[in-house]
Each structure stands twice: as C-alpha cells, then as structure tokens.
C-alpha cells in the first residue's frame, strides 16, 4: 500500500492557481491515484483521479509524471469556497485506504 | 443512484457508556465498507473495513469494535467510551470494481465527557 506525504499546509489568494503536490515513491503499478476535497464537519468528496499523464475536469486538473511517483492538483483561479483539507490517495481496488495527513489549503481575499 | 447514510449526526455521551454508530449503503451490492475517525483538527483515522457480511479488518487497537451483519449495513460499537473516543466518524463505500473512490456518509460527531 503506497504511503503519500503532502505538505501540511498552503496559503493562497482568491484569482490564484493552487498547486499541491502528494509524493507516493512506492506507488504499484496497477495503482491510482485519488484526490478527495474535505470540508469541516463534512466527509471527503471525490475531486479527481488519474493513472498518468494528465486528467482534468470541470473544477481541477491533475499532473502525473512518467516515473507516478509524485502528482500534482491543480486548482485553478482559487475562490474562499476552496478553503479545505486535500487528501491524495493511492490504491487499485484496494480493500485498506488509507489516508495520508492532507493539505490544508487556506484562500484569502 | 447510490446513497449512504449514518446517523445519529450527534451523539454526546458520558465516560464507560456504551456507543453504537450505524451505517448503510443503498443501491449497490457488496460494497467495501469503512469506518473512518477524525479528531478535532486531524486526519482520517482508519478504525475498521469490511470486503463482506461478518468480515471485519480492525487497523487500531483499542476499545472499539465493528460488525456487519447484512451486506449493506456496518455497525460502530463501544462497550465502555473514553475521552479520546470523542470526535467525527465516518463511514464509507466503494464498489468492487472501484480504482480507489470512495464515497462518505454524513458523518457522526460523538463528544465524550
């Protein structure tokens, strides 16, 4: 099971793009890759997923290197709404997710 | 569609009483179900999942437990609570042949005192 490390924290400014980046170095190759958005008092909600090269949807992209051991989410002109904790997670019909420590993001005006 | 839910959303409870949080997932069928707890200001905290009725994988030791009596249902338990058992719960799913999503219920936010 690969174990993430994400940076504990980041600040940004409304208009901004936001990029965080989780680093998964013994990711297995039938592995994806999964990023949830949290809320306080509120369950984690899917945002994206990816296996390599680049995803993206309505409201974030995600950047994955040839070697996968590291991603990035991209969020891109951050609003205060996108105050919340983004947790990365790998696994590949895994039974045991486990979730790393998060980034708390923190958008100001 | 798929839906979750647990309840109760709040719970406040005293020190050695008893816990029980319930869950179920309607729409799918033999789903992955998980037990998350987050303290205040903490990650998620992996308690317990299950791949099928009456099997459990417990990931912390401690005084709680877990049952899954029916394929769709998943029970949090305390015979006794502590102080550290304050804090949210959470339940999840995923389908078997999910690459990884999982989707969360409302949560339950028990204080101990």
């Known amino acids: 099971l690969a174990k993430t490390t994400q940076p504990i924290s980041m600040d940004s400014y409304e208009g901004q793009e936001v990029n965080i980046t989780c680093s998964h170095n013994?990711?297995?190759?039938?592995?994806?890759i999964t990023w949830y958005q949290q809320f306080p008092s509120q369950g984690p909600r899917f945002i994206i997923q990816?296996?390599?090269t680049k995803v993206t949807n309505e409201v974030a992209s995600l950047f994955i290197p040839a070697d996968r051991k590291s991603s990035t989410l991209s969020l891109p002109r951050v609003s205060l709404s996108d105050t919340a904790v983004y947790y990365c997670?790998?696994?590949?019909?895994?039974?045991?997710?486990?979730f790393g420590t998060g980034t708390r993001l923190q958008v100001f005006p | 569609s798929q839906t979750i839910h647990q309840w109760p959303a709040t719970l406040v409870q005293p020190v050695g009483s008893p816990l029980s949080l319930e869950c179920t997932v309607e729409?799918?069928?033999?789903?992955?179900l998980y037990w998350y707890r987050q303290a205040a200001g903490r990650g998620l905290q992996l308690l317990f999942y299950?791949?099928?009725?009456?099997?459990i994988s417990s990931e912390v030791p401690q005084n709680l437990s877990a049952s899954r009596p029916q394929d769709r249902q998943f029970i949090l338990s305390s015979k006794k609570l502590l102080l550290s058992d304050s804090g949210f719960y959470l339940c999840?799913?995923?389908?078997?042949?999910?690459?990884?999503?999982?989707?969360f219920g409302e949560g339950s936010r028990l204080t101990v005192l």
């Open positions: 299950s791949v099928g009725i009456g099997q």
């Open positions: 013994n990711i297995a190759t039938n592995d994806y």
């Open positions: 990816g296996y390599k």
């Open positions: 729409g799918t069928s033999n789903p992955n």
């Open positions: 999840a799913w995923k389908g078997l042949s999910s690459t990884g999503e999982l989707f």
């Open positions: 997670l790998v696994g590949y019909n895994t039974d045991k997710l486990i």
